[in-house]
């Protein structure tokens, strides 16, 4: 079992940086791929970056390319999202998400374990 908490959303101005941190509970945080999706109004919830168990591997999806970054830390049993260069459509409620295994491709893959969720504000 793990628990997820995310923290760090709030309100920014266009072309600003914010950093989410997703505190996880449990032994096994470090056997987990681990993910961050957001959920847009009237949007479907879409996958934005993941990372694998160690963090060698690291994959984002096209429009936050170059702009996210994604780490983690095994030793604080922590993720991060690293956000520049923020946009009006980066928008969104963000999640973190834990799964037990890296996927073929970021849409395939199974995230069993969910955070509640924290609010990023893009706006003038």
């Known amino acids: 079992q793990v628990q997820l908490v995310e923290s760090g959303g709030g309100l920014v101005q266009p072309g600003g940086s914010l950093r989410l941190s997703c505190a996880a509970s449990?032994?096994?945080?470090?056997?987990?791929?681990m993910a961050w999706f957001r959920q847009a109004p009237g949007k479907e919830r879409a996958i934005v970056a993941r990372?694998?168990?160690?963090?060698?591997?690291?994959d984002y999806t096209d429009s936050v390319k170059g702009r996210f970054t994604i780490s983690r830390d095994n030793a604080k049993n922590t993720v991060y999202l690293q956000m520049t260069s923020l946009k009006p459509a980066d928008t969104a409620v963000y999640y973190c998400?834990?799964?037990?295994?890296?996927?073929?491709?970021?849409?395939?893959?199974?995230?069993?374990?969910w955070g509640q969720g924290t609010q990023v504000t893009v706006s003038s």
């Open positions: 449990g032994r096994t945080f470090s056997s987990y791929a």
């Open positions: 998400a834990a799964g037990p295994r890296w996927s073929a491709s970021m849409t395939s893959g199974r995230y069993d374990y």
């Open positions: 990372i694998n168990w160690s963090g060698g591997s690291t």
